[in-house]
Nanobody
């Protein structure tokens, strides 16, 4: 009953910036929490940023100080602002959400968006 769609990926040079967006297909459910993950071939999917109720945020050490996660509940959208990008940030980025309606909880993954950082 909820779908997530990522957008904003692309090719940038090292030191550049991108802003990713994760948009829900319905406004019926409220967003309790959204996590941004990334994955490269041969590696596990890594949680890099999370935002929960009350706009509490957490970041992995690899992105802390460079990436910022934020939410706009009126648009059912969560953003990931990525600054000072490095080639090591190249990956497919996914969002994962926890949604709630009248105490009913469900989870969803987005389809992923590719970020490529050139040296």
């Amino acid at each position: 009953q909820v779908q997530l769609v990522e957008s904003g990926g692309g090719l940038v040079q090292a030191g550049g910036s991108l802003r990713l967006a994760c948009t829900a297909s319905t406004t019926t459910f409220s967003i309790n929490a959204i996590g941004w993950y990334r994955q490269t071939p041969g590696n596990q999917r890594e949680l890099i940023a999370n935002i929960s109720a009350g706009d509490s945020t957490n970041y992995s050490n690899s992105v802390k100080g460079r990436f910022t996660i934020s939410r706009d509940n009126t648009k059912s959208t969560v953003y990931l602002q990525m600054n000072s990008l490095r080639p090591e940030d190249t990956a497919v980025y996914y969002c994962h959400g926890e949604f709630e309606l009248a105490g009913y909880i469900l989870y969803a993954w987005g389809q992923g968006t590719l970020v490529t950082v050139s040296s």
